[in-house]
T-cell receptor
Framework: ETGVTQSPTHLIKTRGQQVTLRCSSQ?????VSWYQQALGQGPQFIFQ???????GRGNFPPRFSGLQFPNYSSELNVNALELDDSALYLCASSLVGEEKLFFGSGTQLSVL | GQQLNQSPQSMFIQEGEDVSMNCTSSSIFNTWLWYKQDPGEGPVLLIALYKAGELTSNGRLTAQFGITRKDSFLNISASIPSDVGIYFC????????????FGQGTILTVHP
C-alpha cells in the first residue's frame, strides 16, 4: 500500500510569485485535504477535494486554489505569495465520509 | 470558529514515566483523533475516537472521548525515548469530513 507522497519537499520563493505543490493520495483513497502548518502551530484546514471539486474550505483567501485529478492526485496553487505564506503545507487523503486522515510529509515553503 | 486548547504545551519526563495530556473545545465534536508529529514529517494517526465516553488503546497509548463531547485525553504509559515528538489532538464536527480542527500541540521530551 502506497502512502501519501508530496513534492517538492522544500521550496523557496519570493514575495509576489506563484507556487504549485503536488500530492499523490494513498492508494484506495478518493478524497484529498490540504492543510497549512505555521511554525509552532497545529495544522490549519485549507480545503478538501472530492470528485475533482472543492468540498469544503477553511478561512483562506481565493489566491489559494486547488485541483484534483481523475487519479485522485491533487495540486495546491498559491498566487501572489506573501511572507506569511511561509509554512509547512500538508496533504492528507482519506475515503469520503471517513474522519481518519493520513498525511504526507509535507512541503516546506519559504517566502522571502 | 471552533477552538481547541491543548495542555500542557510541553512536558519533560524521565524514561519509564507515564504521560497525560488533554484537549478541550468550545464546541462539540463528533470525532476526536490524536496524532504524533516528528520533525520534518507529517502527523501520524495514533488513535481515533467516535463516541462520547469511548476509551480506546493502541499499545501503550490510551485515549478517551469526553462525556461532554468537548474534550479528550491521551495517556502514554511507561514512556520510552522514541515517544519524543509533538502530539496533536484534532476534532471533527458535523458533516465536514476532512476538515479537522487541531490543537496547538504538546511537545514531549523523554530523558533516558
Amino acid at each position: 500500500e502506497t502512502g501519501v507522497t508530496q513534492s517538492p519537499t522544500h521550496l523557496i520563493k519570493t514575495r509576489g510569485q506563484q507556487v504549485t505543490l503536488r500530492c499523490s493520495s494513498q492508494s484506495g483513497h478518493n478524497t484529498v485535504s490540504w492543510y497549512q502548518q505555521a511554525l509552532g502551530q497545529g495544522p490549519q484546514f485549507i480545503f478538501q477535494y472530492y470528485r475533482e471539486e472543492e468540498n469544503g474550505r477553511g478561512n483562506f483567501p481565493p489566491r489559494f486554489s486547488g485541483l484534483q485529478f481523475p487519479n485522485y492526485s491533487s495540486e495546491l496553487n498559491v498566487n501572489a505569495l506573501e511572507l506569511d505564506d511561509s509554512a509547512l503545507y500538508l496533504c492528507a487523503s482519506s475515503l469520503v465520509g471517513e474522519e481518519k486522515l493520513f498525511f504526507g510529509s509535507g512541503t516546506q515553503l519559504s517566502v522571502l | 470558529g471552533q477552538q481547541l486548547n491543548q495542555s500542557p504545551q510541553s512536558m519533560f519526563i524521565q524514561e519509564g514515566e507515564d504521560v497525560s495530556m488533554n484537549c478541550t473545545s468550545s464546541s462539540i465534536f463528533n470525532t476526536w483523533l490524536w496524532y504524533k508529529q516528528d520533525p520534518g514529517e507529517g502527523p501520524v494517526l495514533l488513535i481515533a475516537l467516535y463516541k462520547a465516553g469511548e476509551l480506546t488503546s493502541n499499545g501503550r497509548l490510551t485515549a478517551q472521548f469526553g462525556i461532554t463531547r468537548k474534550d479528550s485525553f491521551l495517556n502514554i504509559s511507561a514512556s520510552i525515548p522514541s515517544d519524543v515528538g509533538i502530539y496533536f489532538c484534532a476534532g471533527q464536527g458535523g458533516t465536514s469530513y476532512g476538515k479537522l480542527t487541531f490543537g496547538q500541540g504538546t511537545i514531549l521530551t523523554v530523558h533516558p
